[in-house]
């Protein structure tokens, strides 16, 4: 299993057990769930700050979407594969957004 994810250490913890101190959980369904150890190999406090930007730029183009797609002219004016573009788009960076949220819950945790 360590070859399959590439790393020194892996373990497997049943449902009943404490999640694991010092780690970011990565939910990847209602089976599995990652934890990745943190605390002591990266500077928590420098990636929380980090991660507060990326999510700031993520959050400012979903919001330039969304005005975008609001104007009054949009739906007569544009095309419906660029609205479709659009649309898809906006789903993307509301998961982006909702992934960098969920890791920043994590690291916030961890500070």
């Avoid at 892996?10 to 057990?17: E, H, I, R, V, Y």
């Avoid at 939910?27 to 990636?47: H, W």
Wanted: proline share 3%; net charge neutral; glycine share 4%.
């Amino acid at each position: 299993m360590r070859t399959m994810i590439k790393c020194g250490e892996a373990s497997f913890l049943k449902a009943s057990d404490a999640d694991p101190e010092g780690c970011l959980q990565q939910y990847i369904n209602d089976e599995l769930k990652i934890f990745l150890k943190v605390v002591g190999v990266i500077e928590v406090k420098s990636a929380f700050e980090q991660l507060q930007t990326n999510a700031a730029a993520i959050e400012k183009r979903m919001n330039d979407a969304i005005a975008k797609t609001n104007k009054p002219s949009y739906k007569d004016k544009v095309p419906d594969n660029v609205k479709e573009e659009d649309t898809k788009k906006i789903t993307q960076l509301k998961t982006e957004l909702a992934e960098a949220q969920g890791s920043l819950e994590g690291l916030k945790k961890l500070l």
